[in-house]
């Protein structure tokens, strides 16, 4: 290969086959690093490509069910109700399949209407098989589907003639599977903020850094593919929407996902430096997909009560200590709900707190929101592991001090203002 040829007139020709075999070696090596990186490369595909998802969407009337506008609603009783019903017969009608080990999970995404009755529609997952023959697979699971949705089922009278069955993309069925509020992925192993702990991936997924020009100011909620609730004080030096962006993802060095902002609402009986009202809805420039590690929190009804003492958990990327370092990791910090009484006494804020606010910590201080925590979460899980907004990291006398709890924005005062600006 004349590129292997010495330049040299002068060299002797042992010389040159030295060289030549020298640079033999080298093509030799580069060609082997060439074959080695290609067949490591289709190892990687087949294994990922083993292991891609597919995922399809089927729907259905059913006759035996009127249509009701808390079908709406998926939170309702009658949604919740309806997709148990459905899913564990999807449930079942897959376990007693030969696709028992490909099935993964379904779910009912939404409940429309037509001619009064209600059509079910669901998503499912499946892990992939028959690596080469997507056509059978999907052939396959239609098959199984039509067989088992179709006329009478215990109280549900399927109608065959509406059957509809297809595939769809997976950041799209992702999104769908992944739309319930509240919800987490992850069981967190273990238990900063000041006195807190590194969250772990998908553990508080709700959780969004708002930042100015990249760099993290607040923490902030989401509450749907669109939206935000965050503290209205984050915006008190800086409101333009084209200077502020959101992140989400456990690291701030290393975000999962970024969006512009198109819209800041900022309550308007916020005004500096009062702490009354510390509200504002983001909207962002173009919605985030829900996946595993990226979820909205439940906002909770405007009567919902959370009793003093309850266990509260605040998640940010605030400082560890007052006019500390900011983490790079969420940190997350259990506390407990301080009545407003007792947060109003003399020793603590003495009148201070008013109705729209919550206290929360412990009265011998050690674990509190801090600097750069504003904004963000204060949640609470119910009885069934469903993860509500409580409030929103506002104010405090520096942090962890000794009768200087945190103060947030109390969500259920300010449900409707949510409504009136987001329609959620
Ligand atoms: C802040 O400056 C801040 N200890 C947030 C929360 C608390 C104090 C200060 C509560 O963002």
């Not at 999970?105 to 997507?134: D, E, M, P, W, Y």
């Amino acid at each position: 290969m004349p590129v292997c040829l010495s330049k040299s007139a002068k060299r002797t020709e042992s010389k040159t086959k030295v060289k030549l075999t020298r640079c033999g070696k080298i093509t030799l090596g580069i060609l082997m690093t060439v074959i080695a990186a290609l067949l490591v490369g289709l190892v990687v595909y087949f294994a990922a490509y083993g292991k891609i998802p597919f995922y399809y969407h089927v729907s259905f009337k059913v006759n035996s069910i009127n249509y009701d506008e808390k079908f709406a609603k998926p939170y309702s009783k009658e949604y919740m109700d309806l997709n148990k019903k459905i899913v564990s017969l999807i449930n079942k009608t897959f376990h007693e399949s030969r696709l028992r080990r490909q099935y993964v999970t379904s779910h009912v995404v939404q409940v429309s209407r037509a001619n009064g009755k209600v059509v079910i529609h669901v998503v499912l997952k499946f892990k992939s098989c028959c690596k080469n023959n997507a056509a059978k697979f999907w052939d396959r699971i239609e098959t199984i589907l039509r067989q088992k949705l179709t006329g009478q089922i215990g109280s549900l009278l399927i109608d065959a003639s509406s059957f509809k069955f297809s595939d769809i993309a997976m950041p799209i069925a992702e999104n769908l599977l992944h739309t319930c509020c509240g919800q987490r992925t992850i069981t967190p192993s273990g238990n900063k903020i000041a006195g807190g702990q590194d969250a772990e991936e998908g553990e508080w997924p709700w959780q969004a850094s708002l930042q100015q020009n990249n760099v993290h100011r607040c923490g902030a909620t989401l509450i749907s593919n669109h939206w935000l609730v965050t503290a209205a004080h984050c915006f008190i030096k800086a409101n333009d929407p084209k200077e502020w962006n959101v992140t989400f993802g456990l690291l701030l060095s290393d975000p999962k996902t970024q969006r512009a902002v198109k819209n800041i609402i900022i309550h308007e009986n916020y005004h500096y430096p009062a702490h009354d009202n510390d509200i504002a809805v983001v909207h962002l420039a173009s919605p985030v997909l829900y996946t595993s590690n990226i979820r909205r929190a439940c906002l909770p009804e405007t009567n919902h009560t959370f009793p003093p003492s309850s266990d509260v958990v605040v998640t940010g990327w605030g400082t560890l200590r007052t006019d500390g370092k900011i983490p790079n990791i969420l940190q997350k910090a259990s506390v407990k709900i301080i009545d407003n009484k007792t947060c109003n006494s003399g020793k603590v804020y003495g009148g201070v707190v008013t109705p729209g606010m919550l206290c929360a910590g412990f009265l011998r201080g050690h674990v509190d929101a801090c600097q750069g925590d504003s904004g963000g979460p204060l949640v609470s899980a119910d009885d069934k592991g469903t993860w509500f907004l409580v409030g929103i990291v506002s104010w405090g006398d520096e942090c962890a001090l000794p009768n200087k709890p945190g103060v947030y924005t109390r969500v259920t005062y300010y449900r409707d203002w949510i409504m009136s600006k987001t329609g959620l």
